[in-house]
């Protein structure tokens, strides 16, 4: 291989000509070819509310349904009348297996003192043409 020296050999031209005072002048041509009016400015805060307000709208839904909830729930324990026609249709339950069941407040709350004296019952029974009604049961 030869020698090379860089030194020794034409330099190849690129080709380009920059003309005299260019760049002296590109600061102000520039300058002249920018509109004069401000750019609307977008700021990237703005698609953030609406992420905000999403999340504030789910944040307010959620703790207002457990409120809705306890406001609106019914009562699960039946009323008294509810309890009585449910108990005198079903006919396979015993006096028996229903005081087993119950607690003794429970047993309690049902007793009634009907404080019927004997002239009472007498009256009952005078102007009541069907005896054996009581007398059956």
Do not use: C
Not at 39 to 64: C, D, E, G, M, N
Not at 88 to 102: C, G, K, M, P, R
Request: no cysteine.
């Amino acid at each position: 291989m030869k020698d090379f020296k860089l030194d020794n050999h034409e330099k190849i031209s690129p080709g380009f000509k920059i003309p005299e005072g260019y760049f002296d002048s590109l600061s102000e041509k520039i300058t002249g070819q920018l509109s004069k009016e401000k750019p609307k400015v977008i700021p990237l805060y703005q698609k953030r509310k609406t992420w905000i307000y999403a999340a504030a709208a789910v944040l307010v839904t959620a703790l207002s349904l457990p409120v809705y909830n306890s406001i609106t729930a019914n009562s699960n324990e039946p009323d008294q009348a509810t309890l009585e026609n449910y108990l005198a249709n079903q006919s396979n339950i015993s006096e028996d297996v229903l005081v087993d069941l119950l607690e003794k407040e429970d047993i309690e709350k049902l007793e009634i003192d009907y404080n019927l004296g004997d002239k009472a019952i007498e009256d009952a029974l005078l102007h009541n043409a069907n005896l054996e009604q009581y007398i059956i049961n």
